[in-house]
């Protein structure tokens, strides 16, 4: 475990200028209220160089998602090759993200995964297991979970395996929540496995969208899987440094309580969207203040609670990805 990286160290040929921060900062701030609130707790450290590599994201997001001709996710591969090699798009995100991808070693094929998630989004794919759908999750959320242990200065797999998990549970979080939503734009990220077992014809429901007991079955059924991996992710932020653990645990609460929203609403989530009130956040904020490393508490027939549990099959790309660019450092 390597800790401490400064935010832009001698190598780097070009430190990023206070204008291009600000620019990735205001990104950050309109882009996520939970993840930017959970952020003010990180040590400046972490936080700055995170700026950068959230805008990009956020950035390439925006391109696939608007493209409206092919090609856009192979121009978008090479202005993240560019920025790898020093030679970023002449943009502040570009230009911050290029100092901070090569001072970190953050591995490229984190980066090149995120891509291919937000593929799949603009593509419209569906998930017919729940293996395919943690696929998806590792692309679009684990990524994020390995880029911010990489900032830290965390390389561990065993703790990049559980911020894989604690950024699989908080995607199958926003898919439960979002269901309503997803649904009257087309969309359905619930397994279709799922939704064939308690008979819903995804074809007819996708027509009207509306909520039923067979789907709050399902809904709950995703939420418990996300119960689980929360379990798990607690188990990493031991292996996080101490003045990283509370922004982490922080994310975790928040979007945890989205899951108790939604519970509480009878997994109705087609209704009404289920949302974490401020004065419900700034408690959870408090409360990974007071206690930033959880007590573990996981089901007993989850495994046993004195092995690690592996990686979920589908993040061990990104675990590998972080050995091999340890092993080169």
């Not at 418990?224 to 992710?233: D, E, G």
Request: with cysteine; net charge positive; glycine share 6%.
């Amino acid at each position: 475990m390597t800790l401490g990286a400064p935010l832009l160290p001698s190598s780097a040929k070009r430190a990023a200028s206070a204008g291009d921060i600000a620019a990735c900062h205001e990104l950050l701030r309109k882009g996520s209220k939970s993840f930017f609130a959970a952020s003010l707790l990180l040590p400046k450290r972490v936080r700055m160089p995170m700026l950068p590599v959230y805008a990009f994201c956020r950035v390439a997001d925006d391109v696939v998602d608007q493209a409206s001709e092919p090609g856009a996710v192979e121009a978008l591969k090479a202005r993240l090759a560019a920025a790898y090699e020093g030679k970023p798009h002449d943009s502040p995100v570009d230009r911050a993200f290029s100092d901070v991808a090569r001072a970190y070693d953050l591995p490229r094929e984190v980066m090149e995964g995120l891509i291919e998630g937000f593929a799949w989004d603009a593509e419209g794919r569906r998930y017919e297991t729940l293996s395919e759908l943690h696929a998806y999750c590792a692309r679009v959320a684990a990524t994020v979970g390995v880029i911010m242990s990489v900032l830290m200065g965390v390389r561990d797999p065993k703790a990049i395996a559980r911020a894989c998990d604690l950024g699989v549970a908080m995607q199958l979080t926003n898919i439960a929540r979002d269901v309503g939503e997803d649904a009257r734009n087309g969309r359905v990220y619930l397994p279709l496995a799922w939704l064939e077992e308690a008979e819903i014809d995804v074809s007819k429901w996708l027509a009207r969208p509306m909520f039923t007991t067979a789907l709050g079955g399902v809904v709950e059924r995703l939420l418990q899987q996300a119960a689980v991996l929360y379990a798990r992710a607690d188990l990493g932020i031991a292996m996080l440094p101490r003045d990283c653990r509370a922004s982490i645990r922080a994310a975790s609460l928040i979007y945890a309580d989205i899951g108790r929203v939604v519970t509480r609403a009878g997994f109705d989530s087609v209704t009404s969207r289920a949302y974490v009130p401020l004065r419900r956040k700034l408690w959870l904020l408090s409360r990974a203040l007071v206690a930033p490393t959880p007590r573990p508490s996981l089901p007993l027939a989850a495994w046993d609670a004195k092995v690690d549990p592996p990686p979920l099959p589908e993040v061990r790309f990104l675990v590998d990805a972080c050995a091999r660019a340890e092993i080169s450092r």
